[in-house]
């Protein structure tokens, strides 16, 4: 059972799991019976097991009881802190499990996993990947015992970056033993992916997913052995694989659906052509920092089932790509519905040529001349994207519906982010062609690092044009006034309700509107936000609060050139309160002290005025901008050069459910700072707090503080052997 989408009303069964997993972590065996816990249906057991995982709020008390044999599904992602010896009674516990998933959890050993193979004879889906104790005997029978039986049935196997698994136990026990494996995972397993081996997946064992990435031995060789492949998906990124082997492979694989060879340095035009002509029906396409130019941009214009595009980093595009496949007199056009272009052709972009050096085309030429870019989320999980739709096409408006009209640049005026003066030009209309062409549809439009297209009239045009929209990021321009940038934000936050991940910088403007678009009812939906404020007056404690009020529901929060003050943090945690308080107890005992000793009588060191009240237990008032902190798993924070140890331990108590935290430009704290997080924040899984020399880095995994130095350079020069001094 998986959570309900952010646009979907929770289920009377979704809003009674939370509640009980809200009981769970907050008093255990106080409030809930474990040994209830194995009455629950199934379902719900499950979705338990999902919120705690999440939450990093799965213990030993908990687990032993939702190990039953109606269990189907485990999913244990992360759980660094259960006992091996709990793991190891999973076998036994859940002889109908269908799914495992214990990944990046160093705990797991070859018993724990022979012994899942051994007694789950139903077990299609096993991940195992960041397990370095796993080796071949994980999946030999012990001696005197039978066959693996959970090998019969397996359907899915991934054992990344454990590295103990050789080549000869991958085909003698995996592969000879799983007759039914359809989907391998391999990624970061050096030394066992060989041009052999690889050529051997590739084409003998009937695999339809395959995962080689990170994998640097890998050349062509292996992809145009043999004829014929049935796969569909194959990711091979961060690898040497070049332009032949993927043709080659695109040539024998005319089912391919899916391909990532994002980082394939050596991959050009002549690859991705190949890709694009021969497999129809691709619908996910990663080609991120590659040598792709312009032209790999009209081939996929002719895809007809592609619907996520990635093509960030890919520095040799031009400006013309957005306006490629913006091009309204287009035949046909793929049904896209996530872009993910962060930074195409950022090199021309900055510079004001194009990739061979030549100077682009005057705006007034060609609508829409300059390029946006994306930048998505890492995919979860990492390794295999089954969220692709199979063989849509770009749906069909209902009849008595207007055609999406296009919006030319501009004549003059017309647009809010006109510059005046007698040489004002048009802004590019790329982003509105975009949105006019795919909004009904789009679901993802991460438009990070282009500072001209995400002007007013173009937000206001996503505004009123993606109904669907999840994901938006973009870069403000600084040509727009801050009234009417406000109003174009604001639209977007009513009127594209399902929208759940916004990415907003305002780097290069004031920030202001944007903190004021952001307060609620709008955005309501969010749960992840991250905003790059301006560097010249950053983000203020009034305006941080303002963004936080009543947002229950944020889980993500990044902020860039914040300013907040030292005291913002133990205000929001009534400190400053019951410091006075404290003070002021301290003024009454000693005045009282010397009073009673002028009069003769000495007063007992423990003993206060009768008229002194005693708190027995302080009780917190936050306001709405600290309560919306608790929800919080991933901070990350920077540029608040004023913050103290003091404010950073206030912060931790108010981060008391955050996972990941990262601190950055930070000067003023200390090594108190990284232990008042471990110690506050109950749930912690890393914690990184960059000061003034060095940066101390803390995971849950190893348990140990990584201190990394930072070096200085000074500028001294020897006078005798003119070498520079470290």
Not at 127 to 140: E, N, T, V
Not at 270 to 299: M, P, W
Not at 584 to 602: A, I
Not at 671 to 682: A, I, P, V
Request: proline content about 5%; charged content about 20%; some cysteine.
């Amino acid at each position: 059972m998986q959570s309900a989408k952010p646009h979907e009303p929770l289920s009377l069964l979704h809003l009674c799991v939370q509640k009980l997993a809200q009981n769970l972590i907050k008093y255990g065996p106080k409030r809930v019976r474990y040994a209830t816990l194995s009455a629950l249906p199934r379902k719900a057991l499950e979705e338990l097991l999902y919120i705690l995982v999440a939450k990093n709020a799965l213990n030993d008390n908990v687990l032993p009881y939702a190990l039953t044999t109606e269990t189907h599904k485990l999913g244990l992602e992360g759980a660094s802190q259960l006992r091996r010896c709990v793991l190891s009674t999973i076998g036994r516990s859940c002889p109908n499990l269908c799914v495992l998933d214990v990944r990046t959890c160093q705990q797991v050993d070859n018993k724990i996993v022979r012994d899942v193979l051994q007694h789950c004879e139903r077990l299609e889906v096993l991940r195992l990947d960041g397990c370095p104790r796993i080796s071949d005997s994980a999946f030999a029978p012990a001696l005197w015992k039978p066959p693996l039986a959970g090998l019969l049935g397996l359907r899915e196997l991934s054992v990344g970056k454990c590295g103990q698994i050789t080549a000869e136990g991958l085909m003698g026990y995996v592969l000879k033993g799983a007759p039914y494996l359809r989907t391998l995972g391999l990624a970061y397993c050096h030394g066992t992916v060989t041009d052999e081996v690889a050529c051997e997946l590739l084409f003998q064992f009937g695999l339809q997913a395959l995962d080689l990435s990170f994998c640097s031995q890998l050349t062509d060789a292996p992809f145009e052995a043999h004829p014929r492949s049935l796969l569909r998906e194959l990711r091979v990124s961060s690898t040497n694989i070049g332009d032949k082997g993927i043709e080659k492979i695109a040539k024998r694989s005319p089912q391919l659906e899916v391909l990532d060879a994002g980082w394939a340095m050596k991959l050009s035009d002549a690859g991705v052509l190949g890709v694009l002509t021969h497999c129809s029906r691709l619908q996910f396409l990663c080609v991120c920092n590659t040598e792709i130019t312009d032209k790999c941009f009209e081939a996929i214009m002719e895809c007809r089932n592609l619907e996520c595009l990635n093509a960030s980093w890919c520095l040799r595009a031009t400006a013309h790509a957005l306006d490629i496949l913006a091009d309204q007199a287009a035949v046909s056009r793929p049904p896209l519905k996530r872009f993910d272009l962060d930074h195409l052709g950022a090199m021309a972009l900055d510079s004001g040529v194009d990739a061979v050096g030549r100077l682009p085309l005057p705006l007034t030429t060609s609508p829409g001349q300059w390029a946006s870019s994306a930048s998505s989320l890492s995919p979860l999980p990492p390794y295999w994207s089954h969220g692709v739709v199979g063989g849509a096409r770009l749906p069909r408006l209902p009849a008595g519906t207007p055609e999406p009209m296009l919006l030319p640049p501009a004549a003059g005026g017309d647009d809010a982010t006109l510059q005046e003066g007698s040489n004002a030009q048009a802004p590019p209309a790329s982003l509105k062609n975009i949105v006019a062409l795919y909004g009904h549809a789009l679901e993802q439009l991460l438009l990070d690092g282009i500072k001209d297209i995400a002007y007013a009239a173009a937000l206001e045009a996503v505004a009123s044009n993606c109904p669907v929209l999840e994901q938006l990021a973009v870069t403000l321009p600084d040509k727009d006034a801050d009234a009417v940038l406000k109003v174009a934000l604001s639209s977007i936050g009513a009127n594209c309700s399902r929208l759940v991940l916004l990415r907003l910088d305002a780097s290069s403007r004031s920030h202001k509107p944007v903190v004021d678009s952001l307060a609620l009812p709008l955005f309501s939906r969010l749960n992840s936000l991250s905003l790059w404020c301006s560097a010249g007056s950053g983000l203020q404690d009034g305006q941080l609060e303002t963004i936080l009020s009543g947002r229950t529901l944020l889980q993500t929060l990044a902020l860039r050139n914040c300013a907040v003050s030292e005291g913002l943090f133990p205000r929001w945690c009534n400190r400053d309160r019951d410091e006075a308080l404290a003070v002021r107890q301290l003024d009454q005992v000693l005045l009282s002290s010397l009073n009673r000793s002028f009069s003769g009588t000495q007063l007992k060191p423990c003993e206060l005025p009768e008229s002194m009240p005693v708190r027995r237990k302080r009780q917190h008032l936050r306001n709405s901008a600290a309560v919306a902190l608790r929800s919080v798993t991933y901070f990350s924070l920077a540029g608040a050069g004023s913050l103290s140890d003091r404010s950073c331990d206030a912060l931790a108590e108010l981060l008391h459910d955050a996972q990941n935290v990262d601190i950055r430009g930070c000067p003023l704290l200390s090594e108190e700072t990284l232990r008042s997080f471990r110690k506050g924040c109950r749930f912690i899984r890393s914690v990184s707090v960059t000061m003034r020399e060095r940066t101390l880095t803390w995971t849950a995994l190893t348990s140990s503080v990584k201190k990394h130095r930072h070096r200085r350079r000074s500028n001294f020069t020897s006078g005798s052997s003119g070498t520079e001094s470290n």
